[in-house]
């Protein structure tokens, strides 16, 4: 889901406030103004939330849902007030929860607020300000985090050998007499090498926000999404920024959760296994799906989950399926797994790929050609896992023959992992099989009428277009009956949203990229 800008001009219209000039000095950088405030009100507080209340319905009506919630919706007006020279000029300061928010609402939705302002204030123009509210740890949060450090020392310290984590790192943890993070997170993920695309702009944003607020937003917080997309990037670098801060965190795959808890019930030590897991700042399973099935470690896990929930610890899962689509797994963790925010990654796009391939280029030093990225990210378009799979291979076998990286090269050292594609994937024949999909006819697709059981189809044909050929929303256009470039980029957006927010429609899409794969 891509989080940009929106248009205005759809929103819906709200009657301007009426300005009434009173004399204030409340504006911090002016030593006099002209406050907004409602007609017959002494209150120009009272006056100030109204009018951003009615901004923020302004922003409501044209943002996607999700976005307000996260972004909008928490921010409270600290002051409004128009400028003394009689100019109309509305300055207006705004706080949001952190930093983080504070500078990603100012970088995207700035302009939009803007717009908004200006629009219900009547004002001539707008001058805005985004801060971050000051915040303290209090002294009873301290004992908290110092009384969890100390049950997870002694937990670690009192915990059976045979209780391990993955890649066996928690019983040297437990050796040297560690007591943050109990579990080895994975340190080369962080979000400064997450490469960010339309594909996973928003569960990067929140993992983000996560990070800097655990247990207070987006709890639980579930990321989703087929093999190799960063589900595991996104978490291991949610642990490391908590961790960093003094969070203690615990990264755990299903599977791993599964066999401890097996061992503590052979041996009888289920207290120290409740211990380990509930004594957390964060909790993060990987594969959450694997415990379906098993009904002794769904019933643990429900006990862990609402005892992690009430003490406000954040809670992370990750999966290759939504909530609704985990069949078999009892319906009480299901809608709790539902009851925080679930976060898709989807399959990168093209310029996406390219980028993903650049930045693990110089993370490893590798003098990369744009020609032998671009060649590479054309070939592989299945998931990241593979796509930097294959530049560690075209990297050794440059190494091998004390070559550059060439065209040339790439062609050869990748034609036996990369098969040739028995039919190439042009604009024309994702024309064909859409409309064989839909039952509509091949030139109704890129016809003028508008009817929705022609229109939809033809903006799905749009959006597999973007995804699955190099082509430009120019090129798309015209090959759509000469349409704009900007209609490409509308039904870009709509099914990107519409397969975010419907499991059934994202499968209905998987499953007409999986036809003109030849899969």
């Not at 409004?80 to 109309?88: E, P, Q």
């Not at 300061?93 to 500078?103: D, H, I, T, Y």
Request: glycine fraction near 6%; aromatic fraction near 6%.
């Amino acid at each position: 889901m891509t989080l940009s800008s929106f248009d205005f001009n759809q929103a819906e219209e709200l009657k301007p406030t009426r300005i009434q000039k009173i004399s204030s000095t409340d504006f911090n950088e002016t030593s006099s103004a002209t406050v907004i405030s409602a007609e017959g009100s002494d209150n120009t507080s009272d006056t100030k939330s109204v009018l951003w209340e009615q901004t923020a319905e302004s922003l409501r009506h044209v943002l996607d849902p999700q976005i307000f919630a996260a972004w909008i919706k928490p921010l409270t007006v600290r002051d409004i007030s128009f400028s003394s020279d009689g100019a109309s000029a509305l300055r207006a300061s705004l706080v949001a929860p952190n930093k983080f928010c504070a500078e990603h609402v100012e970088r995207h939705y700035g302009e939009s607020i803007c717009s908004a302002l200006k629009r219900v204030s009547d004002s001539g123009s707008v001058a805005l300000s985004i801060s971050a509210v000051r915040q303290q740890a209090s002294t009873a949060d301290k004992r908290v985090a110092k009384r969890t450090t100390q049950t997870s020392s002694s937990t670690a310290a009192g915990s059976s050998p045979a209780q391990t984590t993955e890649g066996g790192t928690a019983s040297r943890s437990r050796r040297r007499g560690a007591t943050r993070s109990m579990t080895s997170l994975n340190p080369k993920y962080n979000f400064s090498n997450f490469v960010v695309g339309g594909c996973n702009q928003f569960a990067h944003a929140v993992s983000l926000r996560v990070s800097e607020q655990p247990g207070s937003a987006y709890n639980p917080l579930f990321i989703y999404g087929g093999v190799g997309l960063g589900k595991t990037h996104l978490v291991n670098a949610i642990g490391n920024a908590a961790a960093r801060r003094g969070k203690n965190v615990l990264l755990v795959s299903s599977e791993t959760f599964v066999n401890e808890l097996i061992t503590a019930l052979r041996s009888n030590r289920m207290l120290q296994f409740k211990e380990r897991f509930r004594s957390l700042d964060i909790l993060i399973i990987d594969d959450i799906q694997f415990i379906i099935g098993k009904e002794c470690t769904q019933e643990e896990f429900f006990h862990t989950f609402n005892a992690l929930h009430q003490r406000h610890s954040q809670i992370i899962l990750t999966s290759d399926k939504t909530p609704q689509e985990l069949t078999g797994l009892e319906e009480r963790l299901r809608t709790r797994f539902s009851s925080g925010l679930a976060a898709d990654l989807q399959t990168p796009d093209f310029e996406t790929r390219v980028a993903i391939l650049i930045k693990k280029a110089e993370m490893l030093t590798i003098a990369l050609p744009d020609e032998v990225a671009q060649f590479l990210a054309e070939k592989i378009d299945s998931n990241v896992r593979e796509l930097e799979g294959a530049l560690n291979r075209l990297h050794a076998v440059s190494m091998m023959h004390e070559s550059p990286l060439t065209l040339d090269l790439a062609e050869s050292a990748l034609r036996t992992i990369v098969p040739e594609r028995t039919r190439e994937i042009t604009i024309e024949y994702i024309q064909k099989v859409v409309s064989e999909h839909y039952n509509i006819g091949a030139k109704d697709i890129i016809g003028k009428r508008r009817t929705q059981n022609i229109a939809f189809p033809r903006q799905i044909a749009m959006y597999l277009c973007r995804r699955m050929t190099t082509c430009s929303y120019p090129e798309i256009g015209a090959l759509f009956g000469g349409r704009d470039h900007s209609t490409v980029i509308h039904a870009n957006r709509v099914i990107s949203k519409r397969r975010t927010e419907s499991p059934t429609f994202c499968t209905e899409i998987e499953r007409l990229e999986r036809k003109l794969k030849g899969l």
